[in-house]
């Protein structure tokens, strides 16, 4: 029988390790757009009431019709992206503008780190240089560090362009090879032209899918879709939308690769292409590329929850609609237990003022959380703990902060209210004393009683 983790927590401080952690899952990934967010507000999806930009969405056939849960908010994906333009705050994850999962085990869910993304715009750095451009897919590798899966300058040599580019979507292959769309219109010298075959100069759409074979850079990018195929598909849905944009990708599941009349000389797996799911600017829905494969009709539209059509956020109205902007797709549900995320009234605190930190989970009524805090993060990935929840502790172990807020009376003052019906729980007002002048406090919350971790939390104190 495990302990609970604040008995665990404890033991740790003493010098003791705990098991390796038990990860959840989930099937369909979405971040949204920041064009309209307003039907957001109108929907306490479990993990966060507000849903917001920098957000990754789950849906899962267990979360039932209608169903969605935030699997990592603002917070917890800004804390663990770290700081980077040098200015003392880890807040320079951008909007997350193409989305991508690795594979994962059933019964257990993607960590942050399995995850890659495309943002929407530049992360400068303290000294003024670019370190990401919307034209990178980059990758979290721990805390406050992240590699680059793909360049920008390795899809410029594969496109045969100098311009700058923007990944609006993106999708991994399991030959290796993966499928882009771009921001905007845009040409290239090294694209083999979908009538001919030759590789040479086109033009191309925010709406056309790119092949892109590995090695990157080496080989002549091909085209999988171009705009004109796709745009009466969206068109049977939405009579008259003109599409411009794809803003997420994905290989269909359970379906056969199909003949690409974009690759004549057949350069691409004998001249094949894969089924694809994809997402279009200015709406939520997912629309597929085969009727065969579709399991609501004619208009191609992908139902993700529970098999219908009309998987809105909200009530499918203009007024109360989000936008989605990135797409990735999951082999397995989502087990029955959430990661539960955690938030607070403002991420920037004047000494002296006080602050409200919230827990946003899928527990029970009446479940109480406890609240442990930091001066510093950890290193790498954090420690694993026992439980379905986030799954590592990322504060720092031998911060005596930490331990003073296991034990009485600051355990107490960060104790949460009894969680409401939805699972949500708050702490009373904390004041903020003036000792505490212009630092970052690191924040986590988790269940006594399973064990079950929160996401992380960063508070800047001003």
């Known amino acids: ?25 989930g099937t369909l990934f979405q971040s949204l757009d920041n064009v309209q967010l307003a039907g957001a507000g109108l929907n306490t999806l479990p993990g966060d009431p507000n849903v917001t930009k920098t957000e990754i969405i789950a849906w899962s056939a267990n979360d039932g019709t209608q169903g969605a849960r935030v ?14 333009n040098g200015d003392g705050l ?20 993607p960590t942050i780190y399995d995850f890659r993304f495309s943002l929407e715009n530049p992360v400068v750095n303290g000294f003024g240089l670019q370190v990401v451009t919307p034209g990178d897919v980059i990758q979290i590798t721990g805390i406050g560090s992240w590699v680059k899966t793909v360049s920008e300058t390795a899809l410029q040599t594969a496109l045969g362009t100098s311009q700058p580019l923007n990944v609006d979507a993106y999708c991994e292959l399991a030959d ?15 694209i083999v032209h979908p009538n001919f075959g030759s590789v040479g100069f086109y033009q191309w759409s ?13 080989s002549p990018a091909i085209l999988a879709y171009r705009q004109s195929e796709l745009a009466p598909i969206v068109s049977n849905y939405y009579a008259g939308y003109n599409l411009t944009e794809i803003v997420g990708v994905e290989e269909q599941p359970f379906t056969a ?11 691409y797996q004998g001249g094949t292409r894969p089924l694809i799911l994809w997402t279009v600017f200015g709406d939520e829905n997912v629309f597929a590329a085969s009727w065969s494969a579709n399991p609501v009709g004619p208009h191609n539209f992908f139902g993700i929850v529970s098999g219908t059509a009309g998987a809105g956020y909200a009530n499918g109205t ?24 955690l938030d607070s009234s403002s991420p920037f605190v004047s000494s002296g003022g006080a602050l409200t930190l919230s827990v946003r989970s899928r527990k029970p009524a009446g479940t109480l959380f406890q609240i442990v805090v930091a001066p510093r993060l950890a290193v790498a990935s954090g420690l694993p703990l026992p439980g379905l929840g986030f799954g590592s502790l990322v504060l720092r172990i031998t911060e005596p902060l930490l331990y003073l807020s296991l034990v009485p009376p600051l355990s107490t003052i960060l104790t949460t209210a009894p969680a409401d019906a939805v699972g949500s729980a708050s702490t009373i007002p904390l004041p903020v004393g003036p000792t505490f002048s212009t630092q970052n406090l690191y924040f986590q919350a988790f269940d006594p009683a399973t064990g079950d971790l929160s996401s992380p939390l960063t508070v800047r104190i001003n």
């Open 176 to 190: 290796g090879s993966i499928l882009i769309s771009l921001q905007g219109t845009g040409s290239g010298t090294n």
């Open 90 to 109: 880890p807040f320079d994850l951008d909007d997350i503008d193409a989305l991508e999962v690795s594979s994962y085990a059933q019964g257990s869910q």
């Open 206 to 218: 925010g709406a056309d899918v790119f092949i892109i074979r590995a090695p990157f850079g080496l």
């Open 1 to 25: 029988m495990a302990l609970p983790l604040k008995a665990t927590l404890l033991w740790i401080l003493l010098g003791m390790t705990p098991a390796a952690a038990q990860l959840g899952a």
């Open 318 to 341: 203009s007024a109360n609609r989000v936008y989605a902007d990135a797409l990735a797709l999951g082999p397995h549900p989502l087990p029955s237990g959430s990661r539960m995320t």
């Open 257 to 267: 690769p199909v003949t690409n009349p974009n690759d004549p000389t057949g350069l």
């Open 71 to 84: 699997l990592y908010n603002f917070e917890a994906l800004t804390t663990l992206f770290g700081d980077e």
